[in-house]
């Protein structure tokens, strides 16, 4: 009866918690939104409830528009008495100009309880405004539990052992059955590859990684993003053409990993010449300054990033059979 009472007493804590979160979530995020701000933070979890070791996902998502600039809130080894494992800040923007900056953390723990994870201050600014003014994430509740049943009693004993009675004629069939569909599949399939080479005649050659590149900062110039103001995108779209080219030159994987990752791999490997390896830092640490740090370049700072996105595929292009016997 007294277990009964406490498990009663526990769940409607919990209940309870859980409510005044969601309350204050939407009291949150109502004021914000009536106060006519053009920013709008929400935090989260992947789960609420987990078992001991289980990885959690926190994530703070600040929508806002153009002309607000704002500050992530410092990045700290534990959050709410969860160890912080790893961390990282995302930023998009829409068709409609609206930013999207995504601050997310691993975070785990080998304790259970009752955790809440604190409020956050983002802190921003309105232009031509310079005051910072500050919006709060709401808390967000985590229950960590163990995987041990609370009423489960002694061991039980071991069942007997159940008889199989072997039978293969089935499984020999389905082996069968499996075994001609596959045929069948791959008949049709190569019937159909030869009907479309006859049909088209002949494959073209893919495009080296070099001239991918162009073409792409060439299309990025024709877009006159610049023009439009749009200059975080701009760099968006050219960063990104330079960890293509990266990957499908030298083939390492810089489109999946942050410049910090890149840069620590690109030191130690010797695909790259020690002018490139320092052309590359200066050019991704430039990127990462205005996509992520609110930098503002000039005209000059933009045209010199995109010259060297070109020096870097000019020096360090492949050079094909054809052309070195011309």
């Keep these: 009866m007294v277990l009964s009472m406490n498990k009663i007493i526990k769940y409607g804590i919990f209940i309870l918690i859980v409510l005044v979160y969601a309350e204050y979530t939407y009291a949150a995020r109502k004021t914000l939104e009536e106060g006519g701000s053009r920013l709008h ?10 078992t001991i070791g289980d990885k959690i996902n926190y994530k703070i998502t600040v929508d806002f528009s153009e002309g607000i600039e704002v500050l992530p809130p410092e990045i700290k080894d534990e959050v709410g008495g969860l160890a912080v494992e790893d961390f990282g800040i995302e930023e998009s ?3 409609e100009g609206v ?8 975070l785990e723990t080998f304790n259970t309880g009752s ?21 709060k994430t709401p808390e967000v509740f ?22 199989i009675k072997r039978n293969y004629f089935r499984l020999y ?38 001239q991918i590149a162009y073409n792409e900062l060439e299309k990025l110039r024709d877009l006159n993003l610049i023009s439009e103001g749009r200059i975080k995108e701009y760099y968006y779209r050219l960063s990104n053409i330079v960890r293509r080219y990266i990957e499908s030159r030298f083939k390492l994987m810089a489109p999946e990993r942050t410049t910090e990752e890149f840069l620590a791999e690109m030191t130690v490997t010797d695909r790259l010449a020690g002018v490139h390896k320092e052309l590359i830092s200066n050019f991704l640490e430039h990127c990462d300054m205005v996509k992520f740090a609110a930098y503002g370049p000039d005209s000059r700072e933009i045209e010199n990033a995109f010259n060297s996105a070109i020096k870097l ?10 052309e070195a016997v011309h």
């Design 93 to 95: 923007m829409n068709e």
């Design 99 to 106: 930013i999207t900056q995504e601050i997310w953390y691993t």
């Design 313 to 322: 595929v000019d020096e360090t292009r492949e050079v094909l059979q054809k």
């Design 41 to 50: 933070v929400d935090a989260n979890v992947d789960k609420a409830k987990i």
């Design 142 to 163: 985590i229950e960590v539990v163990t995987t041990l049943d609370e009423n489960a009693g002694d061991v039980r004993d071991i069942k007997p052992p159940v008889a």
């Design 173 to 210: 069939c389905i082996i069968a059955i499996v075994f001609g569909i596959l045929v069948i599949v791959g008949a049709v399939l190569l019937y159909l590859k030869r009907r479309k080479q006859r049909e088209i005649g002949f494959v073209p050659e893919p495009l080296p990684a070099h």
């Design 115 to 135: 955790y809440i994870i604190p409020a956050f201050d983002i802190k921003y600014t309105t232009k031509p405004e310079t005051e910072e003014a500050v919006v």
